[in-house]
């Protein structure tokens, strides 16, 4: 007997990150990595962080932060966020705030809410590859959403979505700075994908977790800030927004948040009761000290050390790339997506840029529904300084020209 003929259908959809695996490079000190999306720790405000955490345990407060918590999160943290999201546009108050551990359990939670076996979401091709494996779990069919332009008829979509034997239930997108492009959606756009989502009647989820990070041009509002202006508030909107602490604090802490209507709220609450009862107190009650006495701060020192990154990334490039390779030029975020001369395949040149040129980077069809996007490759600039930079990309186009 085996164990693997009991498990449920859902489990073929379950497949390794390979971003997770790729991040086993950076153990090899020899491997100059443009691989793992992951922020520097060495600008980790870590003093901070330890600071509030003596004060947290050494304070009126050391038995809340080691007791259980309400499934909802720590209120002053709730607050807190209900503050920035309406300086962003959004007018909201905690009872539109759900702690989640990390936004990856939020896509999690949002997949398990939304989507049945064989139900549509609509997502861009490419797209983040952490959303694709959350919602893999409840078997959807995935549909190509285009912002720029070109998208399908909504009656198109809801007949493919019923040929499958589902509906369509919501679209999916990182509108600024994306993983893994780079590229932010203009509020046209953003304002289309909310008129396709009215006309299907569906939900979309915002991911912004990397919104904080821009470094050039002028902020978007974000779709949920749109939504809310046409819908006549938050809890009439479709918007669900997805934020996180771990690009700008820290991932460790596992404390991110969704921003939407209270319905929505309510249902997520008894799936965090169901799950893991609510992420832990003391890290919530950490991160609201850290956010309230650091965060503009910390967001300005990772603005100036990462737009340096990004500048080195974008010149080597320039510098060394051969005649038909091409890359985006993000605005802010953490990556740069590469495309490469059609008929090439980016996984097979993995295998040699590790073993010849000792350099690591994401092949792009990781980040496909379909699995198509082989000639296309993503590059990580936060942990890549300048001697990484100078060695590294040089030796990745010395591949693509021989």
Not at 70 to 81: C, K
Not at 210 to 217: F, I, K, P, T
Not at 307 to 317: I, K, M, Q, S, W
Request: proline share 5%.
């Amino acid at each position: 007997m085996t164990l693997l003929n009991l498990l449920a259908s859902r489990s073929s959809r379950m497949k390794a990150s390979e971003i997770r695996e790729l991040l086993k490079l950076l153990d090899q000190p020899d491997i100059i990595s443009f691989a793992g999306g992951i922020p520097d720790p060495s600008l980790f405000p870590a003093d901070a962080i330890r600071d509030a955490y003596a004060d947290v345990l050494g304070g009126a407060e050391a038995g809340a932060a080691l007791q259980y918590q309400v499934s909802e999160g720590y209120l002053p943290l709730r607050r807190w966020i209900a503050g920035q999201m309406g300086k962003l546009g959004v007018a909201c108050d905690e009872a539109n705030i759900f702690i989640t551990s990390g936004s990856q359990q939020a896509l999690d939670y949002l997949g398990k809410l939304f989507l049945s076996p064989g139900d549509t979401a609509l997502v861009t091709w490419p797209t983040y590859l952490g959303a694709l494996q959350a919602f893999n779990a409840y078997e959807p069919r995935y549909d190509r959403l285009r912002p720029e332009g070109g998208n399908m008829t909504p009656a198109a979509y809801h007949a493919a979505a019923a040929a499958n034997g589902g509906r369509v239930k919501f679209a999916y997108l990182v509108p600024d700075f994306a993983n893994p492009t780079g590229n932010t959606l203009d509020r046209k756009q953003r304002e289309a994908v909310l008129d396709l989502a009215g006309e299907l009647d569906i939900a979309v989820i915002e991911d912004a977790a990397y919104r904080a990070l821009r470094y050039d041009g002028e902020g978007v509002p974000p779709i949920l800030a749109l939504d809310c202006a046409r819908s006549g508030g938050i809890d009439k909107a479709r918007t669900l927004y997805c934020g996180s602490f771990s690009k700008i604090l820290s991932p460790g802490m596992r404390v991110g948040w969704v921003c939407a209507p209270r319905h929505v709220v309510e249902k997520l609450v008894l799936m965090k009761q169901a799950s893991d009862l609510h992420s832990p107190s003391i890290n919530q009650m950490v991160m609201h000290r850290v956010a309230e006495s650091v965060f503009d701060r910390q967001v300005d020192k990772l603005i100036g050390a990462y737009r340096e990154r990004r500048d080195n990334l974008l010149g080597a490039l320039e510098a060394n790339m051969p005649d038909g390779v091409t890359w985006s030029r993000p605005e802010g975020g953490m990556f740069v997506w590469v495309t490469l001369p059609e008929g090439a395949d980016a996984t097979a040149l993995l295998a040699r840029s590790v073993k010849e040129a000792r350099v690591a980077f994401v092949p792009g069809n990781a980040f496909y529904a379909d699995g198509s996007g082989r000639n296309t490759l993503r590059l990580s600039f936060t942990l890549a300084d300048r001697r990484a930079v100078a060695e590294g990309i040089p030796r990745l186009a010395a591949l693509l020209k021989g």
